[in-house]
């Protein structure tokens, strides 16, 4: 396994630890994962898949819980901040 992970959020190049999840991808790009119907930017809550806080889209496939996925190498998130 690879000691590290390079993926893109939000197409900016981002180099994550192997075993890194998407959140942490995100986080690390500086980023947050979602606005909520109010408008207000949202970040994951429960780290366990429970609050839907996290969803991004991944690899073009809408509302994934990006606390729930490990990054893969070349894997495209998109986050609606």
Do not use: Y
Not at 3 to 11: D, K
Not at 49 to 62: N, Q
């Amino acid at each position: 396994m690879p000691e590290s992970i390079e993926l893109r959020v939000n197409r900016k190049p981002i180099t994550v630890p192997s075993g890194a999840t998407v959140a942490v991808a995100v986080a690390m790009a500086g980023s947050r994962c979602r606005r909520s119907v109010t408008g207000e930017l949202r970040s994951p809550f429960c780290g366990m898949g429970i609050c839907f806080e996290c969803r991004v889209t991944v690899d073009g496939k809408a509302h994934r819980l990006s606390c729930q996925i490990l990054c893969q190498s070349g894997m495209e998130v998109s986050v609606d901040d």
